[in-house]
Nanobody
Framework: QVQLVESGGGLVQPGGSLRLSCAAS????????MGWYRQAPGKQRELVAT???????NYAASLKGRFTISRDNVKNTVFLQMNSLKPEDTAVYYC????????????????WGQGTQVTVSS
């Protein structure tokens, strides 16, 4: 099967930075779009940013400029650099990936990581 494992969350003061990582492993032929989503307590899960296999990015409008998504296609890893963090960025951050599992099965499968907690507080 496929696993997405996030890391890098934690407690940070307002104005600080964190870098999240998400490594995909298992039966993967090709990773397509990867992304980060977040869910704050009592709120719906929302898009943070996505990145295509070719490196094209898309951001939630309110986060563009503070957050940067990138990926390492060799290591099947996606990153989220978060700067100038605010208390309202507090949430569980989830990694998401679309992928092909084999070269003969053209179905695109979607997977989620287990989430990593980011808390911004003084």
């Amino acid at each position: 099967q496929v696993q997405l494992v996030e890391s890098g969350g934690g407690l940070v003061q307002p104005g600080g930075s964190l870098r999240l990582s998400c490594a995909a492993s298992g039966r993967i032929f090709r990773l397509n779009d990867m992304g980060w989503y977040r869910q704050a307590p009592g709120k719906q899960r929302e898009l943070v940013a996505t990145i295509t296999n070719g490196g094209s990015t898309n951001y939630a409008a309110s986060l563009k400029g503070r957050f940067t998504i990138s990926r390492d296609n060799v290591k099947n890893t996606v990153f989220l650099q978060m700067n100038s963090l605010k208390p309202e960025d507090t949430a569980v951050y989830y990694c998401n990936a679309d992928l092909l599992r084999t070269n003969w099965d053209q179905r695109v499968y979607n997977y989620w990581g287990q989430g990593t907690q980011v808390t911004v507080s003084s």
